[in-house]
C-alpha cells in the first residue's frame, strides 16, 4: 500500500497544530516544514473539509484543531487526505482466461480478495487507534519535552507577523 506525500504532511501539520495557542497560518506550516506552500493548502483543505480543522480569516487567521488531537485519528487524517478507498480492488481475474470461473460460481470473494480484506481492515483498525495526542506524545518522548513547546514559540507571530489562512 502506498499513501500520498500529503498524508504525512498533513499528520505534521495536525502535531503541529496541537501546540498553537492561536490559529496558525498556512504559509508558516509550510515554512516549518519547508514544503510547497501550494501542495501543503491542498492537505489543509483537505482537512478543513474532514472537519479536522479549521480556517480562521483574518489578519490573525490560519488554521487550528476543531477538537482535541486525543479525538483525530491517524486514519481521520489519512482519509481526508487520500480517501476511504480500500487498499486492495479485486477485479475478479478468476473470472477470465481459459479456465474461467463463471460468474454465478463466484458468490463469494475468492481467498485472494478476503486475505487482502482482512489485512485492509487491520491496517485501518491499528490506524484508529492512534490520536493526534499520541503522535504528540510521542514527538516529546523522541525529541524531549521541549521540542513542541519550541514549535510552539516558533509560530507564535511577532508584530506584523500576522497573514490570512
Known amino acids: 500500500m502506498k499513501l500520498s506525500g500529503g498524508v504525512e504532511w498533513a499528520l505534521h501539520c495536525c502535531v503541529v497544530l496541537t501546540t498553537a495557542t492561536e490559529p496558525v497560518p498556512a504559509a508558516r506550516l509550510a515554512e516549518l516544514h519547508d514544503v510547497s506552500p501550494s501542495y501543503l493548502a491542498k492537505q489543509l483543505q483537505a482537512l478543513s473539509r474532514a472537519g479536522l480543522i ?56 475468492c481467498p485472494i480478495a478476503r486475505a487482502m480484506a482482512s489485512a485492509d481492515a487491520a491496517w485501518r483498525a491499528a490506524l484508529q487507534a492512534v490520536s493526534i495526542a499520541d503522535l504528540a506524545s510521542g514527538v516529546d518522548h523522541d525529541h524531549g519535552p521541549t521540542a513542541l513547546a519550541s514549535i510552539r514559540t516558533w509560530l507564535t507571530p511577532n508584530d506584523g507577523d500576522a497573514t490570512i489562512a
Open 54 to 109: 479549521a480556517a480562521v480569516q483574518g489578519k490573525a487567521g490560519g488554521y487550528t484543531l476543531t477538537r482535541g488531537p486525543d479525538l483525530i485519528t491517524i486514519l481521520d487524517v489519512v482519509t481526508a487526505v487520500d480517501g476511504t478507498q480500500p487498499t486492495f480492488v479485486c477485479t475478479e481475474i478468476r473470472q477470465r482466461g481459459p479456465l474461467a470461473t463463471p460468474p454465478q460460481d463466484c458468490t463469494r470473494p
